[in-house]
T-cell receptor
Framework: DVKVTQSSRYLVKRTGEKVFLECVQDMDHENMFWYRQDPGLGLRLIYFSYDVKMKEKGDIPEGYSVSREKKERFSLILESASTNQTSMYLC????????????FGPGTRLTVT | KQEVTQIPAALSVPEGENLVLNCSFTDSAIYNLQWFRQDPGKGLTSLLLIQSSQREQTSGRLNASLDKSSGRSTLYIAASQPGDSATYLCASSVEAQKLVFGQGTRLTINP
């Protein structure tokens, strides 16, 4: 079974802090994704990566950056956290090919105060 | 730009009923359509994936269908149980790697 893990289930940070959210997958997937989920807005893609050191902006990249130094690990960075980044953050991975089936981690509930 | 819609936003049915969840999408040139389940405060669990060349997929009590020409997919749940209570999300991919999600249907099965 594919396993996608995220470093924290709950996180509380202060405005202006630099925040790192970590995601690790154990299935040698090329593709990894970061989404945020908000009531009424659904899931929105922040960034994705299709290989080590490769990244592409999603629909809402402003205020975020990412890092992928190893295939299994994809980090989301909030350079200077703001209250409007309070959200549920979900990481996913997939293997490129016809199926493109995405597997999700348990999520990190981030609160910025 | 692909848009995915799920109606209704919430559904409540008694235990044992068969039910259908609906998903519609605006761009029929999809790679696949995926159905997920999400329990409160948790991540997404993949239920079924239908490739663009397929019409349906089945897993246990779940059956998902796909009609690209009409831009619709349905998720059929047979003999519903209280443990089926969750939010169900559909997502389609037009650009191969990217999923576009619907807002979800919150399903409650009453004992």
């Amino acid at each position: 079974d594919v396993k996608v893990t995220q470093s924290s289930r709950y996180l509380v940070k202060r405005t202006g802090e630099k925040v790192f959210l970590e995601c690790v997958q154990d299935m040698d997937h090329e593709n990894m994704f970061w989404y945020r989920q908000d009531p009424g807005l659904g899931l929105r893609l922040i960034y994705f990566s299709y290989d080590v050191k490769m990244k592409e902006k999603g629909d809402i990249p402003e205020g975020y950056s990412v890092s992928r130094e190893k295939k299994e690990r994809f980090s989301l960075i909030l350079e200077s956290a703001s209250t409007n980044q309070t959200s549920m953050y979900l990481c996913a991975s997939s293997f490129p090919g016809q199926l493109y089936e995405q597997y999700f981690g348990p999520g990190t509930r981030l609160t910025v105060t | 730009k692909q848009e995915v819609t799920q109606i209704p936003a919430a559904l409540s049915v008694p235990e044992g009923e068969n039910l259908v969840l609906n998903c519609s999408f605006t761009d029929s040139a999809i790679y696949n359509l995926q159905w997920f389940r999400q329990d409160p405060g948790k991540g997404l669990t993949s239920l079924l994936l239908i490739q663009s060349s397929q019409r349906e997929q089945t897993s246990g009590r779940l059956n998902a269908s796909l009609d690209k020409s009409s831009g619709r997919s349905t998720l059929y749940i047979a003999a519903s149980q209280p443990g089926d209570s969750a939010t169900y999300l559909c997502a389609s991919s037009v650009e191969a790697q990217k999923l576009v999600f619907g807002q979800g249907t919150r399903l409650t099965i009453n004992p």
